[in-house]
Nanobody, 117 residues
Framework: QVQLVESGGGLVQPGGSLRLSCVAS????????MSWYRQGPGNERELVAS????????NYADSVKGRFTISRDNAKNTVTLQMNSLKPGDTAVYYC??????????WGMGTQVIVSS
């Protein structure tokens, strides 16, 4: 069955860094568009970053551009979100999301990121 398992969340001080990882299984990762979404308290789920495979194209929300970097390793079926210069506004549950070649859509269960002093 399809699984998207996020890890790497936690509590970090403003200005700090975290690296989130998502390990995928149950579908063809290499041909899927992968994304990170987040949802803070009382907010809608929003797209943070996405990455295609061939060609390799990345997209970022304006709020994270220059601070976050999305990458993928097709050999390991993983997508990573490197988050630097974290702000309290980045506090949210971060979700891994996949859109497969046949346009099926899958969500991970999320990992909590708290940016606070």
């Amino acid at each position: 069955q399809v699984q998207l398992v996020e890890s790497g969340g936690g509590l970090v001080q403003p200005g700090g860094s975290l690296r989130l990882s998502c390990v995928a299984s149950g579908f063809t990762f290499s041909s899927s568009v992968m994304s990170w979404y987040r949802q803070g308290p009382g907010n809608e789920r929003e797209l943070v970053a996405s990455i295609t495979s061939v060609p390799l194209i990345t997209n970022y929300a304006d709020s994270v551009k220059g601070r976050f970097t999305i990458s993928r390793d097709n050999a390991k079926n993983t997508v990573t979100l490197q988050m630097n210069s974290l702000k309290p506004g980045d506090t949210a549950v971060y979700y891994c999301y996949a859109r497969s070649r046949d346009y099926r859509r899958y969500w991970g269960m999320g990992t909590q990121v708290i940016v606070s002093s």
